[in-house]
C-alpha cells in the first residue's frame, strides 16, 4: 500500500515555501498565545511543531487553516492569506478532535468532502491508498479506532492539498497502525508536499521530521534538524547514582545539563561523555548504576524547555 500522491501543482521544488508565518502574534484577552513567532514550511518536507500542552501549537494551526486572524504579523499559504478560498482549498488537515457523522459510511463521507474541492483526488484512488476498501460501505461509527483515524487522514487528502496539518495523528493507534501512518506522512513528503506535524511522541518527530521546531508560551525557542537540535544540547547522557551535588555535577568539565531523577539518581547531558565519566569517578567512589548512551530528541527537548 502506498501514498505517492500526485502533485497539486506541477515541478514543486524542495526549497519552494508552501506556507509561512513571519513575526506573528495572536493574543487572546490578556494572554498571548503567540508571540513574534515565524515558522517556514516547504514543499517536500515534514516540520515536527513541538511544546508542552498550552505552547501555541493549536493556535499556529488555526491561523494557517484560516480560522484565526493575527493581531500582528504576515501569514501566507501559496502567498495567499489562508482566509481567502484559494488559499483554503490548497490546506488540507487532520485535527485532534475531529468527528463525523457517525450514520454516513466511510466512501459517502469521502465523496462529501471531495465536492469540496476544484480538482479532488478520484474517490477509488483514495480509498486504496489509505486502506479503507474493504470498509468503504461501513458507516463511520462501526469503524475501529485505527479504521478511523485513517478515515480521517483520507478526508485530510481529498482535495489533494499542497499543505498538510496533522495534529497528534497516531494518538490511540496501535504500534502497526501507527508505522502505516508514518508511511503515509513520508509519501506526502515524497509527493511534494508541506506536512506540518504537532505530535507527543518524540520518537515519532526524530523518525519523520526532517525540521524540528521547539515552541514554549507561544515564542520559538529552537529550530533545525533533528541532529542539530540533539547535539545542540549533548551528544550523550549519563544516568547514574552518586552522592554528588548538583551544584558539584554542573560544576563538572563538558556538563551541559543535568535532570534529578530522585536524591541519589541523576541523569547528566554533556558534549564529551568521556571526560565526565573519569570526573564522576574520581570525585565519587560509590558511583553506581552507571549507564551511558546517546542523547535522544526527548533529552534535547526537555533540557532546552528547563532552560527556557
Known amino acids: 500500500m502506498t ?14 515555501t508552501i506556507a509561512s508565518l513571519h513575526e506573528v502574534t495572536r493574543c487572546f484577552g490578556a494572554r498571548t498565545a503567540l508571540k513574534q513567532f515565524s515558522l517556514a514550511l516547504r514543499a517536500g518536507e515534514v516540520t515536527a511543531l513541538l511544546g508542552p500542552n498550552g505552547a501555541g501549537k493549536t493556535t499556529v494551526i488555526r491561523l494557517l487553516l484560516g480560522l484565526l486572524a493575527p493581531d500582528a504579523g504576515r501569514i501566507q499559504v501559496l502567498g495567499r492569506d489562508p482566509r481567502q478560498s484559494r488559499a483554503r482549498t490548497a490546506i488540507g488537515a487532520m485535527l485532534q478532535v475531529a468527528q463525523a457523522p457517525n450514520l454516513l459510511t466511510v466512501r459517502e463521507h469521502i465523496e462529501l468532502f471531495r465536492s469540496y474541492y476544484p480538482e479532488p483526488l478520484p474517490t477509488a484512488d483514495l480509498l486504496d ?18 479504521q478511523k483515524q485513517r478515515m480521517l487522514f483520507a478526508l485530510a487528502m481529498c482535495g489533494n492539498p499542497h499543505l498538510v496539518c496533522l495534529d497528534e495523528p497516531t494518538v490511540g493507534l496501535d504500534i502497526h497502525a501507527r508505522r502505516q501512518v508514518w508511511h503515509d506522512i513520508r509519501a506526502l513528503a515524497a509527493a511534494g508536499k508541506a506536512v506540518l506535524l504537532t505530535t507527543h511522541y518524540l520518537e515519532e518527530a526524530d523518525a519523520l521530521a526532517q525540521h524540528i521546531v521547539l515552541i514554549q508560551q507561544g515564542r520559538l525557542i529552537r529550530a533545525g534538524t533533528p541532529g542539530a537540535i540533539k547535539q545542540a544540547v549533548a551528544a550523550g547522557r549519563i544516568r547514574c547514582r552518586t552522592k554528588l551535588p548538583d551544584e558539584v555535577l554542573r560544576a563538572c568539565v563538558a ?4 535532570e534529578r531523577r530522585s536524591p541519589q539518581e541523576v541523569v547528566i547531558f554533556t558534549h564529551d561523555p568521556p571526560a565526565v565519566l573519569r570526573a564522576l569517578l574520581a570525585l565519587d567512589a560509590t558511583l553506581s548504576e552507571l549507564e551511558v548512551s546517546a542523547a535522544s530528541l526527548e533529552d534535547a527537548v526537555l533540557a532546552m524547555s528547563a532552560a527556557a
Open 255 to 258: 556538563v551541559v545539563a543535568i
Open 3 to 16: 501514498l505517492a500522491l500526485p502533485l497539486a501543482a506541477a515541478d514543486a521544488r524542495p526549497e519552494d
Open 129 to 146: 491508498r489509505t486502506g479503507l476498501t474493504p470498509v468503504q460501505h461501513q458507516r463511520f461509527g462501526t469503524l475501529s479506532g485505527g
